[in-house]
């Protein structure tokens, strides 16, 4: 069993990880919607992968004996300017799991909860490697550029 803070904490985590799966299953269809086939495919397997934390971070509080909780949800952003002002939201969102993912370590420490601060500890880590991964396509935006030829190294690159 977990404490009633770790797990209230721990569905949060659940809440912050759907919110994202539903936000890049979004930006897929906006880039479905204006042609940008890479991206829809990079953003349908992030929405995926963080469906995947959110299914672990279910399986972990179930196994504790504990109940997780469902979150209700508002609707994601649906317009955007272009694909760099979405890798730029995507890396915000990205950072904003990692600081939500330390906190929930932290928090686990501090309730000498050492079994589920070593179980966040590899979701960290992951979580970490995925937040470099939009910083390196963000680095690409910008030496491609958003013109008509830096769009499509862009959507190719995406989809590889």
Request: charged residues 30%.
């Amino acid at each position: 069993m977990l404490q009633e803070k770790i797990v209230k904490a721990l569905n949060e985590q659940l809440k912050h990880e759907e919110r994202n799966s539903r936000l890049y299953l979004q930006i897929a269809g906006w880039c479905e919607k204006n042609n940008f086939t890479g991206g829809a495919k990079w953003f349908y397997d992030a929405s995926e992968d963080e469906t995947k934390h959110k299914m672990i971070l279910a399986k972990y509080i179930a196994d504790k004996d504990e109940l997780f909780v469902i979150p209700a949800q508002e609707a994601p952003e649906n317009s955007f300017s272009d694909i760099k002002a979405i890798f730029e939201l995507t890396y915000k969102t990205e950072q904003g799991t990692s600081e939500a993912l330390m906190n929930l370590e932290k928090l686990a420490l501090v309730e000498n909860d050492f079994i589920t601060a070593q179980f966040l500890h590899g979701l960290l880590v992951e979580q970490i490697e995925e937040e470099d991964k939009v910083q390196k396509v963000l680095h690409f935006i910008e030496l491609a550029g958003i013109t008509a030829p830096g769009l499509a190294l862009i959507d190719n690159m995406l989809g590889s």
